[in-house]
Each structure stands twice: as structure tokens, then as C-alpha cells.
């Protein structure tokens, strides 16, 4: 059973989503705002974060911004706007995956599950730090530094560092990054994986992730970055 927090203000659209995690087992708590959603947020300490971006109060984006400053949770965005360059925003305030409305509660789940699924895998590693040049992550506290300094991945952001330092070198495509990281496999996964990439060079360096193209990335080895 994992907790989980749906942030939507449509009550109708709510209720069918709390209705269908929660016979599934999961304890779902439900806001209907962007302060109310917050709250909720930093009480609960939910496993995964259901987020619809259109909200009373404030937006979906910066529900995202403020609650994963307090720490890295999984969001999946909900939304009417397909747009790409909404879906590229979405990524990049911190949401690990996002679904366009109207959606199949089946599709839903499916996430959530995939999401469930990597935080439990990711819990069974091994007490390891990866090494490229100036970046280190340190796996089992889920901390990364860049030379030294302290830096703030989101969950899947993380993930995505943490799985393509550990085979140095090793390109992986961007198929098998959405199935190892994100747990599945659709349309928009290329769009995603670009996405979290630039983000996280943006935040470590250029040179922890090597782009190989019309493949996918690589991580740097330890003597790169």
C-alpha cells in the first residue's frame, strides 16, 4: 500500500481517481487547490503525487516547484494542455511523468505502478557513491555533489544520473532508459528522457552525460566531466 496525494479540483474527476487507487489498496488523500495541495503535501509525506497543472490558488507548475524544494517526490502531471512545450515545463519544475486528459484509469494506474515499482527497486541498492570527474552521487542517501557543493535532483532526475553512472561508457538508448527508470514504454518517452536530460546538465554539468546521437546517452567514467 503506498500513500498517495490527488491534486485535482474537478470533484467528479477526484473522486474517480481516489475511487480506483484506492481499491487497488492504496491510502489517497485528496486537495482540490495549489496552498491546500502544499499543505497536504508536506504533512503527509506521500509516496507519489497526482498533479492536475490547471488549479485554483496557484498552478500546477508551482505546486511542483515548492513541494519538491522540501524533498524529492514522484508527480505525475494531469492535464489538458498537450503541448509539448507544456509537457517540457511540466519536466522541468520537477514532474517525473505526465498524462493528458482525458485519460484511462487503467493507463493511470499503470504509472503509478511504475513509479511504485523503481522507489522499491532503488531502496534495495547497494551503498555505493558514483564517480565522474567533479559529480558525485551518493546512491543509498540519494545526495548528489558537484564539487562538493550540495545539488537538488528531483526523484527522477536522480535516477536517470545514478543509472547511467553505474556503467560508465555504456550507451544506453533512450527506450531503455524510460523502461529501466521510468518502468514503461510510450510515444512521448523520448520527449521525456530529452527533457530530464537537459535538465540535469543544467544543474551538474555538461559533461556528466555524454549525448550519442540517433542512440541515446552514456555516462562520463570517472577521469570525464
Do not use: N
Not at 503509478?112 to 522507489?119: D, F, H, Q
Not at 565522474?132 to 557543493?149: C, I, N, S, T, W
Request: aromatic share 4%; glycine share 10%.
Amino acid at each position: 500500500m503506498a500513500r498517495i496525494v490527488v491534486v485535482e479540483d474537478e470533484a467528479e474527476i477526484a473522486r474517480a481517481i481516489a475511487a480506483r487507487l484506492r481499491s487497488d489498496g492504496h491510502e489517497v488523500q485528496v486537495a482540490g487547490d495549489g496552498p491546500d495541495a502544499v499543505d497536504l503535501v508536506r504533512r503527509s509525506r506521500p509516496d507519489v503525487v497526482l498533479l492536475d497543472l490547471t488549479l485554483p490558488g496557484f498552478d500546477g507548475l508551482e505546486v511542483c516547484r515548492q513541494i519538491q524544494q522540501d524533498r524529492p517526490v514522484p508527480v505525475i502531471m494531469l492535464t489538458a494542455r498537450g503541448s509539448e512545450t507544456d509537457r517540457v515545463v511540466g519536466l522541468e519544475v520537477g514532474a517525473d511523468d505526465y498524462l493528458c486528459k482525458p485519460f484511462s484509469m487503467r493507463e493511470l494506474t499503470a504509472r503509478v505502478r511504475a513509479l511504485l515499482r523503481r522507489a522499491e527497486r532503488l531502496a534495495g541498492q547497494p551503498d555505493v557513491v558514483l564517480r565522474a570527474g567533479g559529480v558525485e552521487v551518493d546512491v543509498p542517501r540519494r545526495r548528489v555533489r558537484v564539487e562538493g557543493r550540495l545539488v537538488a535532483l528531483t526523484a527522477t532526475e536522480f535516477d536517470v544520473l545514478a543509472f547511467l553512472l553505474a556503467a560508465p561508457g555504456v550507451v544506453r538508448a533512450r527506450s531503455e532508459l524510460l523502461a529501466e527508470v521510468w518502468g514503461y514504454r510510450d510515444g512521448s518517452g523520448p520527449r521525456t528522457v530529452d527533457s530530464h536530460v537537459r535538465s540535469i546538465r543544467r544543474k551538474v554539468g555538461a559533461g556528466a552525460i555524454r549525448t550519442v546521437h540517433g542512440i541515446g546517452y552514456a555516462g562520463a567514467d570517472g577521469s570525464e566531466c
